[in-house]
C-alpha cells in the first residue's frame, strides 16, 4: 500500500505529463496556425501574381494591336486588297443571299462577286449631295431667307406673349387638324401607283440558261409538229409556202 508521501507525488508526476500535454498540444496548434497563415498569404501572392501577369499580356497585345503615337486616338485601318481605301468588307459563305441557277431546278449561292471599277478612288462630295443649282444671292435664295426672318418674327412674338402671361396668337400657325387636312389634299393630287391584287411574282425556276434556252426549243418543236398534224403538211417549208402563195 502506497504512502501518503508515495501518493502525493504520483499526482505531482500526472500534472507534470498533463501539464507537457497541454504545452505540446498548444504548441502543435500554433505551428498549424502558422502553416495555415503561410498557405494563405502563399494563395494570395499566387493570384496577384496571376493578376498581374495577364494585366502585363493584355498589355503587350494591346502595344502590338495600337501604334504608340495613335494609341490614345484611333486604331490603325489597314488598306483592303486590290487598292481598296477601306477594309474588304466581302461577305462571307453563310452571309450570301444573292441565289444563281445551279441547273436541274436547283438554286445555289452566287460564288463570285464583281469588284467596283472605282476601287482606290476617294468619291467628291458633289457626286453624292445634291449641289445649289443656282448662284449665291439669287431670287430663291433671297425668298428663304425672308421665309426664315418671318418664322423667327413669330417664334419670337409667341416667346413673349408666353412670358407675359398671355397666350400666343395661333392664326399664323395651323392647327395638327389643318395641317393634316392640308396634307390630305396635296397627296390627293398626286397620282398613287396601284398594283393589280392578281400579281404574283415569278419564282425562280432554277434553270440555268442552256436548260431554258432547251425547254423553249422542245416547246417550239411540240408547237410546230402540232401545227403541221393539223393543216396535214409534211415540213414547215410546205406550211410556209400555203401561207405566203395563198
Known amino acids: ?17 498533463l501539464a507537457q500535454r497541454q504545452n505540446d498540444a498548444a504548441d502543435s496548434f500554433k505551428s498549424r496556425a502558422k502553416q495555415y497563415t503561410a498557405n494563405l498569404q502563399a494563395k494570395r501572392d499566387a493570384e496577384e501574381d496571376r493578376k498581374r501577369m495577364k494585366d502585363e499580356i493584355k498589355q503587350e497585345l494591346a502595344n502590338e494591336a495600337y501604334d504608340a503615337e495613335v494609341m490614345s486616338r484611333s486604331q ?53 449631295v445634291q449641289q445649289p443649282e443656282q448662284e449665291r444671292g439669287s431670287a430663291r435664295e433671297r425668298q428663304l431667307a425672308a421665309a426664315k426672318a418671318e418664322r423667327r418674327k413669330a417664334a419670337q412674338a409667341r416667346a413673349a406673349a408666353k412670358k407675359g402671361g398671355a397666350t400666343a396668337s395661333t392664326a399664323s400657325k395651323p ?6 387636312k392640308t396634307a390630305s389634299q396635296l397627296l390627293a393630287k398626286k397620282k398613287k401607283a396601284t398594283v393589280s391584287p392578281d400579281y404574283k411574282p415569278q419564282k425562280a425556276s432554277g434553270l440555268t440558261r442552256k436548260e431554258r434556252n432547251a425547254l423553249t426549243r422542245k416547246g417550239e418543236r411540240a408547237l410546230r409538229d402540232l401545227v403541221l398534224q393539223s393543216t396535214g403538211k409534211k415540213s414547215e417549208k410546205e406550211l410556209k409556202h400555203k401561207f405566203t402563195s395563198g
Open 1 to 17: 500500500m502506497k504512502t501518503f508521501q508515495q501518493f502525493q507525488e504520483s499526482i505531482e508526476q500526472r500534472r507534470q505529463q
Open 76 to 128: 490603325i485601318k489597314k488598306t483592303g486588297e486590290g487598292g481598296r481605301i477601306g477594309a474588304e468588307r466581302k461577305k462571307t459563305e453563310p452571309e450570301k443571299r444573292r441565289m444563281r441557277a445551279a441547273g436541274g431546278g436547283k438554286m445555289e449561292p452566287a460564288k463570285t462577286y464583281k469588284s467596283r471599277k472605282d476601287i482606290g478612288q476617294q468619291r467628291q462630295a458633289s457626286t453624292r
Open 175 to 180: 392647327t395638327a387638324k389643318q395641317a393634316e
